[in-house]
């Protein structure tokens, strides 16, 4: 399940709003599987209900994803729909990675400008430190809610005139974040904006394959398109699934909803009588 999330997701704030969206879903499909026992004469109406809330709003867009992401053209979607997604996850690429280059270039500038005091401590740099081009000061503070000894080390790096120009943060122990070098700090920053760079270099190739559906995205057009034709599937195993999936809904869908009809109109027949 953690892989199949992973692969359906761009990035970690994605995978955290996929995860949490699946996890309310799957919660109030067990609140009324729950309180079905509760209810004898619609209980297996509830339960059901429970059922095909999960598979038309979690199994099947699920698979849909997993179909886009292996196959950009497993599903057409309505040219207005595609262009506008598109568009939207490209403004969102342009945003997310456009600083980023610059903010390598601007610590690996400091980096070889500042050679000097590359193996000086944090500790050392609580003192406020003057370079050629910066003052760099160190901040130690406890994290909150405490968790034994951790700190956060804050890096603060001014240009001459006294504007904070980066911050940098790292978390540790007293003794670890004490001895670790101002040199290691940059380094490892450089390294992780480098990954990130290269996330988003991977992310807008898939972009140009027209690989840029999420679950998150792709879920208000497969939980609608059972009435709006939204997406049609193209592919031999996109089509067989799609034709399961409504099969499954519309033959729940119409027993849940004869049950409750029928209940309803013997509690009218029955207060007319009486």
Not at 86 to 96: A, C, L, R, T
Not at 233 to 243: E, G
Request: with cysteine; glycine share 4%; charged share 20%.
């Amino acid at each position: 399940m953690l892989l199949t999330l992973i692969n359906i997701s761009f990035g970690i704030g994605e995978f955290f709003s996929t995860t949490f969206i699946i996890l309310v879903i799957l919660s109030i499909c067990a609140y009324l599987y729950r309180i079905s026992k509760k209810y004898q004469k619609s209980k297996y109406a509830i339960s059901s209900l429970a059922i095909m809330l999960v598979l038309h709003l979690v199994v099947f867009p699920l698979l849909y994803t997993l179909m886009l992401k292996s196959n950009p053209n497993s599903f057409e979607f309505k040219t207005a729909i595609h262009d506008s997604q598109k568009q939207v996850v490209m403004n969102e690429w342009i945003d997310d990675s456009k600083d980023i280059p610059y903010q390598i270039k601007y610590l690996e500038n400091i980096k070889s400008s500042n050679y000097t005091i590359l193996n000086k401590s944090l500790k050392e740099l609580e003192q406020l430190t003057f370079t050629e081009n910066y003052i760099i000061h160190t901040d130690f503070s406890f994290n909150f809610p405490q968790r034994g000894n951790d700190l956060t080390a804050t890096i603060y790096i001014f240009d001459r005139k006294g504007i904070l120009k980066k911050k940098l943060h790292k978390i540790g122990s007293q003794i670890g974040l004490d001895s670790m070098k101002i040199g290691t700090v940059i380094t490892q920053d450089i390294n992780y904006l480098k990954n990130e760079l290269n996330f988003y270099k991977v992310k807008k190739a898939e972009l140009d394959k027209n690989n840029f559906w999420t679950y998150t995205t792709l879920l208000p057009y497969s939980a609608s398109s059972l009435f709006t034709g939204n997406m049609s599937p193209l592919t031999p195993t996109a089509n067989i699934f799609y034709t399961i999936h409504y099969i499954i809904i519309y033959c729940i869908g119409i027993g849940v909803f004869l049950h409750f009809l029928i209940r309803n109109l013997e509690l009218i027949i029955r207060n007319r009588k009486s």
